[in-house]
Every structure is written in structure tokens, then in C-alpha cells.
């Protein structure tokens, strides 16, 4: 009977030991196997075959099969997702997707560009990255299939303010059950916006430019076509004069508005040649002096040995020097000195015409190169200035390469510099 139990015994510690060893094994094999899914690796299997079993070999067959599906699609979908990221890369047009809770999906670069707080956006809710009530009240009539089909939309940040012409629509979103995305398009409308500004600006400032000589004119027309008969001579003569003067300033501002035409179309009509620009200036300043506008002010002229010959449109540059000097006249004192300027620089050769008058407002002179406008309206209109001499002296110097500027400092006169390229673009 003992040696039965001393059998038994060791027949039933045999068993626990081995039924240890096979639970051992089978923790070691699925914490292997939990390795493996989590890295998305096929599993290898146990390094002693059969050990573990039918069934574990059937699981991690099983495993096996569900990940290499997933690689293959996880690289399915990474490569459409490529595809289709490096499709939107190439559009000028700013694109996001969202998800039903507003969260960015998918942007591409033209929408990161636009909107700098986009960069890394996927994930991020809508409203952290464009804070616009009107945007998001578009993105909501949207998803409601109440919007429009294009609207413009204003973004507004540090004063400054961006415009885009935004269209939405619903697309299936790509996780099944998800609830439904929303594509949309934004395109830049900024500098169409501010063209448009432009344009109304000019539009108006045209029509009040023409508007005071063409009253004057019509006024005295009128009044000589009723009264010429009983008007004495004197009277007669003076309201003559009269519209002779304004009809003179009408000639002059359609004159600079075309001259502005001619340069900013696709064609100004640049004749470039070798020209001495000491030479240039020294005869329009002689020329100037003769003026009756320039009696009683100095010109003072000064040439440094380095100015010398340029690639210049002598016309045009010579209506330049005329400007500036002409406006240095016309805003001095009886007996005020205009100094000429021209020394070479590391850039080119700089002119500098320079004058002791009221100056400019530091408001103003980042302005005073914009048609019509004017620091003293009034003053400027009795002067008999068309308010387009400095944006034609600012379109010259550009279509030669160089750049145009104002110093001043009020009460303490004004200079205007011109920088002009030794090659001419």
C-alpha cells in the first residue's frame, strides 16, 4: 500500500511540475505574443513546437493573419493618405478637413501658410486655430446644408485683416460609424479685397480732383454766357483768365494720369542708354534756375568725382529731378537754399534733394508716394500741384531698379533720396 502512494505521490508531482512548466510557458508565449500585436509583428511562435498546444498554435496563427492585414492596410492607407496630402500640397488654395466635432483632420501647407497657428493642427479643434465668429457660423449652415455656396469670410488679428472666399461641403468620413466631415476650400482674396480698396480710393480721389476745376470752369462759363453782353471788359477778361488757369490744371492732372498709366502698364516705354548722371543733373538744375519759380531760392549743387555714366532713360529721369526740385521751390521761402546731392554708394549712385521748409509729419511719409495725397490739401491745390508728381517720381525710379524716400523732421525742411542701381534692371 505505501509503495502505491509513494507512486501516486510522484505521479501527481510529476504532473504539477509539468503542468507548472506548460503554464509557464504559455505566459511567456502570450506576454511574446502581446509583444508582437503591440509592435504589429508577426508572432514567431514557441521555441519548443507542440508543446503549447493545438489551440495556442491556432490563436497565434489567428494573430498573425489579423496583423499582417493590418500592415497591409495601415500601408494602404498611409500611401492614400500620401497621395492625396502631396495632391493638396500643390494647390495655391487652402484645404482642411473636419471632423463631426470641428477637429482638423487633414490640412495642407497652403492653409498653414495662411493661418500660421495651423502648423501641427491635426486634432486641434477649429475654433483654436481660426478665431472667426462668421467662419464658424458658415462651417455650421454647412454641415445644416443652409450655406451658401461660396462666401467670403474676414479674419481679423493684430489690426491687420485677411479675407478668403471659403466653400464647404459634406463628405463620408473615413472611420465607419463616424459621424459626417466636412471639406472646405479657402482662397485668398487679400490682395483682390485690397486692389479693390485701391481702386475706390483712386475712383474717388479722380472725381474730387476734376470736380473743383470743373465747377470753377462751368461757374464762369455760365455766368459769361448770361452776362457777357452787359459784363464789363475788365470783369470779362478776369473770368477768361480765370478759366484759362483751371483749364490749365485740368490738362495737368489728366496729363500725370496718363503718364501714371503709361508706367505702371506692361509696356512703359523705357529707353535705357548710357547717359553721365553728373552731366543730367547739372543741366536740369541750370535749366531750373532760369525758371521764374526758382527766383529769389540757391541752388546749390553738389557732384561727387564717382557719379558717372549710367544706363538711364534720360526723359524720365529728368522729369524725376524736375519733380523734386520743383516741389523743394514751391514749399520754401523767399531766399531758401535747395541743395543737389548725388554721391556713389555701395548700392548705386544716391540723389538727394534737400530743403529748409516746414517739412513733414512723420505720419505722412510713408504716404506722400500714393496718388492725390497730400499733407496740406489746401496749400498744396494753391501751389497748383496735381497731387501724382511724387507717384510718378516713385514708378520712374522703380522701373529703373532703384528705390525712392523722404526724410524729415517738422520745422526743419524735408529731403527726398533716390537710389539708383550702377546696372539697370
Not at 509583428?41 to 508543446?51: D, N
Not at 463631426?100 to 500660421?116: M, S, Y
Not at 480721389?205 to 471788359?233: F, W
Not at 568725382?305 to 523767399?334: C, F, P, R, W
Request: proline share 3%; hydrophobic share 40%; aromatic share 6%.
Amino acid at each position: 500500500m505505501s509503495n502505491f502512494l509513494l507512486v501516486l505521490l510522484v505521479v501527481v508531482v510529476a504532473f504539477l511540475i509539468a503542468t507548472r512548466r506548460r503554464l509557464r510557458l504559455h505566459r511567456e508565449a502570450l506576454r511574446r505574443l502581446g509583444q508582437s500585436l503591440a509592435r504589429r509583428q508577426a508572432f514567431l511562435g514557441e521555441e519548443e513546437p507542440g508543446v503549447l498546444g493545438l489551440e495556442f498554435q491556432q490563436l497565434c496563427g489567428t494573430a498573425n493573419d489579423l496583423i499582417i492585414g493590418y500592415n497591409r492596410l495601415s500601408q494602404l492607407s498611409n500611401s492614400q493618405l500620401a497621395q492625396i496630402d502631396t495632391t493638396l500640397g500643390s494647390l495655391k488654395e487652402a484645404v482642411m478637413v473636419l471632423d463631426e466635432q470641428n477637429r482638423i483632420v487633414l490640412a495642407n501647407g497652403a492653409l498653414r501658410a495662411i493661418f500660421p497657428r495651423s502648423r501641427g493642427v491635426p486634432q486641434q479643434r477649429l475654433e483654436l486655430v481660426m478665431e472667426s465668429r462668421q467662419f464658424l457660423d458658415y462651417v455650421t449652415a454647412v454641415r445644416t446644408g443652409d450655406a451658401p455656396s461660396q462666401q467670403e469670410v474676414e479674419f481679423t488679428e493684430d489690426g491687420s485683416s485677411l479675407w478668403v472666399e471659403a466653400t464647404g461641403a459634406l463628405i463620408p468620413a473615413i472611420d465607419q460609424g463616424a459621424g459626417t466631415w466636412a471639406l472646405f476650400v479657402l482662397h485668398d482674396v487679400t490682395r483682390q479685397k485690397k486692389l479693390e480698396g485701391l481702386r475706390r480710393e483712386f475712383v474717388a480721389n479722380v472725381s474730387h480732383e476734376l470736380r473743383t476745376p470743373l465747377s470753377v470752369i462751368k461757374g464762369y462759363v455760365e455766368t459769361l454766357v448770361d452776362g457777357h453782353r452787359a459784363m464789363p471788359v475788365e470783369d470779362s477778361e478776369k473770368f477768361l483768365l480765370t478759366i484759362q488757369r483751371h483749364t490749365e490744371r485740368l490738362n495737368s492732372i489728366l496729363e500725370d494720369l496718363l503718364t501714371l498709366s503709361r508706367l505702371e502698364s506692361s509696356n512703359p516705354g523705357l529707353k535705357l542708354e548710357r547717359i553721365h548722371l553728373g552731366t543730367l543733373i547739372s543741366s536740369v538744375v541750370e535749366d531750373v534756375r532760369r525758371r521764374p519759380a526758382a527766383g529769389g531760392h540757391e541752388l546749390a549743387l553738389k557732384l561727387d568725382a564717382g557719379v558717372g555714366e549710367m544706363s538711364l532713360d534720360s526723359l524720365k529721369i529728368t522729369q524725376v529731378l524736375e519733380n523734386l526740385i520743383d516741389n523743394a521751390l514751391k514749399y520754401t521761402s523767399h531766399g531758401s537754399v535747395v541743395e543737389i546731392q548725388a554721391k556713389l554708394v555701395d548700392t548705386g549712385i544716391e540723389v538727394c534733394v534737400r530743403d529748409n521748409g516746414p517739412g513733414i509729419p512723420a505720419e505722412d511719409l510713408t504716404r506722400i508716394f500714393e496718388r492725390f495725397y497730400r499733407v496740406d490739401k489746401g496749400r498744396s491745390r494753391e501751389k497748383g500741384g496735381t497731387g501724382l508728381g511724387l507717384s510718378i517720381v516713385k514708378h520712374i525710379v522703380q522701373l529703373h531698379g532703384g528705390r525712392v524716400w523722404a526724410e524729415s523732421e517738422p520745422g526743419k525742411g524735408a529731403a527726398f533720396f533716390l537710389r539708383l542701381p550702377q546696372r539697370t534692371a
